[in-house]
């Protein structure tokens, strides 16, 4: 037989490993979510020039290479998806010279990504007289921005999520219009990133193709969002009904 005062302290004794316990899981599911909010991106591209210290890359991979790179949104070609009227990156058919084949890349900032993730963006042209394309595609090698060697390599984004526009019709949205794109077929946490590529054959100030795209409002949310913790439930006397919780 137990004495009252060994049953009490049996009970606080388990009850306090509970609490610690619920305390334990509340506290690694807030080391999750920080940890996924930590990797989380919006960006409005309100000042295109301070990408680089966010972690973008900028690569002009044309042939022959144009006089012009991802720029500030231009207003008076058409104004931005949300906030101030040049608050997007553009790109257009002086990435290359006379006729030739634009291959122009916006690289995302390198993430850890798991299966689940989730980006949006939005995009428009200006016109379907001159044809657009853009792809987005996905290295899994780090913080790589190799593409390769010439204008049609990809070099480490070998995995293509998305191809707007491929056989450069009137498919190119000339409103502004919302993609999403949802990560899949990784084997576990991936160090990569997403790139945008403007990849435009036949295109230049010459060409009969390419004239204007625009990107605004980029997010990326990642899959580890925050967990609800375990409630713990002390039924120390065996009734059915909780002692704890």
Do not use: C
Not at 61 to 70: L, R
Request: proline share 5%; glycine share 10%.
């Amino acid at each position: 037989m137990f004495s009252v005062s060994e049953l009490f302290s049996s009970w606080r004794t388990v009850a306090r490993s509970s609490a610690l316990a619920a305390a334990f899981v509340a506290a690694v599911s807030l080391v999750g979510a920080n940890s996924a909010n930590a990797q989380a991106i919006t960006e409005d591209f309100a000042d295109v020039t301070a990408l680089p210290a966010a972690g973008w890359v900028q690569t002009n991979h044309s042939n022959p290479v144009g006089t012009t790179v991802w720029f500030q949104g231009n207003s008076t070609v058409f104004p931005s998806q949300a906030g101030a009227a040049t608050a997007y990156v553009g790109a257009n058919f002086n990435s290359t010279g006379g006729a030739g084949t634009i291959s122009n890349w916006l690289f995302v900032p390198t993430r850890t990504l798991n299966n689940g993730d989730v980006f949006t963006f939005w995009t428009r042209s200006v016109s379907t007289t001159f044809p657009d394309r853009m792809q987005v595609r996905l290295s899994t090698n780090g913080s790589s921005t190799n593409i390769g060697t010439t204008e049609n390599d990809v070099g480490d984004f070998t995995n293509l999520l998305l191809d707007i526009n491929p056989t450069l019709t009137d498919q190119y949205p000339i409103v502004w219009t919302q993609y999403t794109i949802t990560i899949s077929g990784l084997a576990g946490p991936t160090s990569g990133r997403l790139a945008f590529r403007y990849f435009v054959v036949d295109g230049g100030p010459s060409g009969n193709n390419s004239n204007y795209i625009g990107i605004d409002t980029f997010t990326y949310t990642p899959s580890g969002g925050p967990v609800a913790p375990t409630q713990h439930v002390l039924d120390y006397n065996g009734d059915g009904k909780t002692d704890y919780a």
